[in-house]
């Protein structure tokens, strides 16, 4: 209960460009382990680093982060996708055409039941579903630079008034 | 969750692309009449007037309608550029088609030649003008920045400089202004009209366009900036060449130096773009043909052709190359784009304003189910059969040929308009539409 409340009312999404902090011959671990402190087990962190990071994939796996990586583009860099041990699996709406991506979104929104959330892996930053999302319902994007965009969409908990 | 700058609640009523959207096909209407009844003459000279008018029924009536209603829809929702007020939207158009209409009044002997030019080119720089005031002043505002932007800003002030130069030519025209020859001023006109505004605007679509309908991946942005600079440097080169002329009058091949120095913007417009894009979508992730994506495929190679044929148009004295380079341009390269575009951008409009807020609480319509592929198959295989015989009409100046092209612009303006209006016929049922109390506010069903 501590999580779901904490997860809600602060960010559980997060990016991080890994390359600039390299660049500057800076080692990012202290940077990427605050961010994912930030966000809680219940959160997802999208990391862009220029090579494959295994020994951080390795180091949060075992408390429980599942990664999937994918390389940007033709070039070296690649974006990793942090999952927290009480995350969802996104569901995966990259191969849709426009506008199917923000269709399902709003059916699955539409279904969700008081304190539920539901994460997405949408092809590209969805411009669009602000402006047909029930107000009701918590919005959050994380992009990678590629635009491959997770969306995390959260009714809060019925709560007295 | 907000992109800064923009924002799609602000985006434009239905009617305001729409209204752009269905004249277009009238203006290829009226272009069928003309060759249906003026045949071969119409396609020999390119001063001829009702060649002239003929090009602008293309340029102004066909394209520059529809991607004026495609600048108003695109620039607040990817550029964040609220057009205010969007009202005035509806003075570009009746501004427009006015000009539109005037120039064929005087073409077809109506109204006398030269005052039918004369505003029928009034309407059409006044309608440019306040469009370029209008979405000029907000682009210039939003503080979005990316390479579409980029791109649009491109072709606002491609069409400006297109507008100025037309302008003078059109004053010479009818005796106000003495250019002399009038050959260096079309040039650098067409350049800013062909690579400049459609090949600026073509370029900023396709990159939303094609990876957000079509999941072809992103051209690289090194790639797009590459396009840009070699655009910007063919629009504003040819136009230096121009000033060059005039301050030297003597100076030899004026066409060619003003021809020559929009080689870089025909080399990135119409070489490197079609040549990233081709390869962008052959790596889709998603194999699926859509039909549109017909029309984006034989732009896009018929696109590698338009260099020889603008090289042949600018250094040979056949009047056909010329003709045929429009012909190419007009209603090959950017009309298959802009039928494409139509074919995938009317459905989806219609379903966003009409059908997407009911999602969750009654079964909505796909796009798709909105406009089957058959239609536009039907659009797709008239408007690459005019384009053949159009081009084999220019060619060997056959007259049955420019005929049969003529109804073949006419059967595709028809089935067009057909795709338009059976598209914007949807609704949903009024009892569905009035459980909502307003998008998105009333709750979900359990």
Same mark, same amino acid.
């Given at each position: 209960?501590?999580?779901?409340?904490?997860?809600?009312?602060?960010?559980?999404?997060?990016?991080?460009?890994?390359?600039?902090?390299?660049?500057?011959? *800076?080692?990012?671990?202290?940077?990427?382990?605050?961010?994912?402190?930030?966000?809680?087990?219940?959160?997802?962190?999208?990391?862009?680093?220029?090579?494959?990071?295994?020994?951080?994939?390795?180091?949060?796996?075992?408390?429980?982060?599942?990664?999937?990586?994918?390389?940007?583009?033709?070039?070296?860099?690649?974006?990793?996708?942090?999952?927290?041990?009480?995350?969802?699996?996104?569901?995966?709406?990259?191969?849709?055409?426009?506008?199917?991506?923000?269709?399902?979104?709003?059916?699955?929104?539409?279904?969700?039941?008081?304190?539920?959330?539901?994460?997405?892996?949408?092809?590209?930053?969805?411009?669009?579903?602000?402006?047909?999302?029930?107000?009701?319902?918590?919005?959050?994007?994380?992009?990678?630079?590629?635009?491959?965009?997770?969306?995390? *969409?959260?009714?809060?908990?019925?709560?007295?008034? | 969750?907000?992109?800064?700058?923009?924002?799609?609640?602000?985006?434009?009523?239905?009617?305001?692309?729409?209204?752009?959207?269905?004249?277009?096909?009238?203006?290829?209407?009226?272009?069928?009449?003309?060759?249906?009844? $003026?045949?071969?003459?119409?396609?020999?000279?390119?001063?001829?007037?009702?060649?002239?008018?003929?090009?602008?029924?293309?340029?102004?009536?066909?394209?520059?309608?529809?991607?004026?209603?495609?600048?108003?829809?695109?620039?607040?929702?990817? /550029?964040?550029?609220?057009?205010?007020?969007?009202?005035?939207?509806?003075?570009?158009?009746?501004?427009?088609?006015?000009?539109?209409?005037?120039? $064929?009044?005087?073409?077809?002997?109506?109204?006398?030649?030269?005052?039918?030019?004369?505003?029928?080119?009034?309407?059409?720089?006044?309608?440019?003008?306040?469009?370029?005031?209008?979405?000029?002043?907000?682009?210039?505002?939003?503080? /979005?920045?990316?390479?579409?932007?980029?791109?649009?800003?491109?072709?606002?002030?491609?069409?400006?400089?297109?507008?100025?130069?037309?302008?003078?030519?059109?004053?010479?025209?009818?005796?106000?202004?003495?250019?002399?020859?009038?050959?260096?001023?079309?040039?650098?006109?067409?350049?800013?009209?062909?690579?400049?505004?459609?090949?600026?605007?073509? &370029?900023?679509?396709?990159?939303?366009?094609?990876?957000?309908?079509?999941?072809?991946?992103? %051209?690289? /942005?090194?790639?797009?900036?590459?396009?840009?600079?070699?655009?910007?440097?063919? #629009?504003?080169?040819?136009?230096?060449?121009?000033?060059?002329?005039?301050?030297?009058? $003597?100076?030899? $091949? /004026?066409?060619? +130096?003003?021809?020559?120095?929009?080689?870089?913007?025909?080399?990135?417009?119409?070489?490197?773009?079609?040549?990233?894009?081709?390869?962008?979508?052959?790596?889709?992730?998603?194999?699926?043909?859509?039909?549109?994506?017909?029309?984006?495929?034989?732009?896009?190679?018929?696109?590698?052709?338009?260099?020889?044929?603008?090289?042949?148009?600018?250094?040979?004295?056949?009047?056909?190359?010329?003709?045929?380079?429009? #012909?190419?341009?007009?209603?090959?390269?950017?009309?298959?784009?802009? +039928?494409?575009?139509?074919?995938?951008? #009317?459905?989806?409009?219609?379903?966003?304003?009409?059908?997407?807020?009911?999602?969750?609480?009654?079964?909505?319509?796909?796009?798709?189910?909105?406009?089957?592929? &058959?239609?536009?198959?039907?659009?797709?295989?008239?408007?690459?059969?005019?384009?053949?015989?159009?081009?084999?009409?220019?060619?060997?100046? +056959?007259?049955?040929?420019?005929?049969?092209?003529?109804?073949?612009?006419? %059967?595709?303006?028809? %089935?067009?308009?057909?795709?338009?209006?059976?598209?914007?016929?949807?609704?949903?049922?009024?009892?569905?539409?009035?459980?909502?109390?307003?998008?998105?506010?009333?709750?979900?069903?359990?």
């Amino acid at each position: 209960m501590e999580e779901r409340e904490r997860t809600e009312t602060g960010a559980s999404l997060a990016t991080l460009d890994a390359r600039p902090i390299l660049a500057g011959g *800076v080692d990012p671990l202290e940077t990427i382990l605050r961010t994912i402190e930030r966000i809680g087990i219940g959160g997802a962190l999208l990391l862009t680093a220029p090579f494959r990071p295994e020994p951080l994939e390795e180091l949060l796996g075992e408390r429980g982060w599942r990664a999937t990586v994918r390389r940007l583009g033709d070039g070296k860099d690649h974006v990793v996708e942090f999952l927290g041990p009480a995350c969802p699996d996104p569901i995966d709406l990259t191969m849709l055409e426009a506008p199917e991506p923000l269709a399902r979104v709003l059916e699955r929104a539409a279904a969700l039941a008081d304190g539920d959330a539901a994460l997405f892996r949408l092809p590209r930053c969805p411009a669009l579903l602000p402006a047909r999302l029930d107000p009701a319902l918590r919005l959050e994007t994380a992009a990678a630079p590629d635009g491959v965009t997770l969306a995390r *969409v959260a009714r809060p908990p019925d709560r007295p008034r | 969750m907000r992109t800064p700058g923009l924002d799609p609640a602000q985006g434009p009523p239905l009617a305001v692309p729409f209204t752009f959207f269905l004249t277009a096909p009238l203006a290829v209407a009226a272009a069928g009449g003309l060759l249906l009844t $003026g045949g071969s003459a119409v396609i020999l000279a390119p001063a001829a007037p009702a060649t002239l008018l003929l090009a602008h029924l293309g340029t102004m009536g066909f394209l520059g309608m529809t991607m004026f209603g495609a600048i108003f829809q695109m620039a607040p929702v990817v /550029a964040g550029a609220v057009v205010r007020p969007v009202r005035l939207a509806y003075a570009v158009h009746a501004l427009l088609a006015a000009g539109l209409a005037a120039l $064929g009044l005087g073409v077809t002997g109506v109204v006398p030649l030269l005052r039918g030019v004369h505003l029928g080119f009034l309407g059409i720089e006044g309608a440019a003008l306040l469009f370029l005031i209008l979405t000029g002043i907000a682009m210039a505002r939003t503080p /979005a920045r990316n390479d579409t932007v980029t791109g649009m800003r491109l072709a606002l002030g491609s069409l400006a400089l297109a507008m100025l130069l037309g302008g003078a030519m059109e004053l010479a025209y009818v005796g106000i202004l003495p250019l002399g020859d009038k050959g260096p001023w079309l040039r650098a006109h067409l350049a800013a009209a062909f690579l400049g505004w459609i090949g600026g605007l073509i &370029g900023a679509v396709a990159w939303q366009v094609l990876p957000m309908f079509y999941l072809a991946p992103p %051209l690289p /942005a090194h790639r797009r900036q590459a396009i840009l600079l070699l655009t910007v440097v063919g #629009v504003a080169g040819p136009v230096a060449a121009l000033a060059a002329t005039a301050t030297s009058p $003597g100076l030899l $091949g /004026a066409r060619w +130096h003003v021809a020559a120095a929009a080689a870089p913007a025909a080399f990135a417009v119409w070489g490197l773009h079609p040549l990233w894009l081709r390869r962008s979508l052959a790596e889709r992730k998603r194999a699926r043909v859509d039909a549109s994506l017909l029309f984006w495929r034989t732009a896009l190679v018929l696109a590698l052709l338009l260099p020889v044929v603008a090289a042949w148009a600018a250094f040979a004295s056949d009047p056909r190359a010329a003709i045929l380079l429009a #012909v190419l341009v007009i209603w090959g390269w950017a009309g298959l784009t802009v +039928h494409g575009m139509l074919a995938r951008i #009317v459905p989806f409009l219609v379903w966003f304003h009409r059908f997407s807020f009911l999602i969750g609480r009654t079964p909505v319509p796909s796009v798709r189910g909105l406009l089957p592929d &058959g239609p536009v198959r039907a659009v797709y295989a008239a408007h690459l059969a005019t384009l053949v015989a159009l081009a084999a009409a220019v060619l060997t100046r +056959h007259d049955g040929l420019a005929r049969i092209a003529g109804g073949g612009l006419a %059967l595709t303006a028809i %089935l067009v308009l057909r795709m338009i209006l059976v598209v914007l016929a949807r609704r949903p049922a009024p009892a569905e539409e009035a459980a909502v109390v307003s998008p998105a506010a009333a709750p979900a069903s359990p």
